[in-house]
């Protein structure tokens, strides 16, 4: 459809998404959700030292669930579940940002095959954790 854009990034659980033909949904470690989600609110919404990292997890992290409304983002465990509810639908294709790092050759090939795509050229310097990133046209 002309009419559906062609790329949308989002944080969004599932059931907050437009329907699209082709997803990608990159997931990662909860633990590291959560150190990396603590450090951006630091020193933003609340000064830092002032909130333990506990704290942080279990009044704010853990305690959100489903939202309300759509202006609210789910709990990262919500966000998981919903998307990995979808883990077997063809037009859906979850990876995971520590393959990424680990390997990225392999997960944009993953995402080139995804999006029926063979033009797979290379980047060399593009990424910094990588000698070889590529990109996919």
Known sequence: DQDLPRIFKT????????PFPKVIVVLRNPEDVLLSFYNFFEGWFFEP??????AFANEFWLARGIPA?????????????????????PNV????????????????????????SDKV??????????TSPMLIE
Not at 11 to 18: D, G, I, L, R, T
Not at 49 to 54: A, K, P, R, W, Y
């Open 69 to 89: 409304s759509r202006m609210q983002n789910a709990s990262y465990f919500i966000h998981l579940i919903s998307w990995y509810k979808r883990k077997d639908d």
């Open 11 to 18: 944080h969004a659980w599932e059931e907050h998404c437009p």
């Open 93 to 116: 294709l979850i990876l995971f940002f520590e393959d990424l790092k680990d390997d990225l050759r392999v997960q944009v090939q993953r995402v080139a095959h995804h999006i029926s």
């Open 121 to 130: 050229r290379s980047l060399d310097g593009f990424c910094w954790y990588t």
């Open 49 to 54: 030292g002032s909130i333990s990292l506990d």
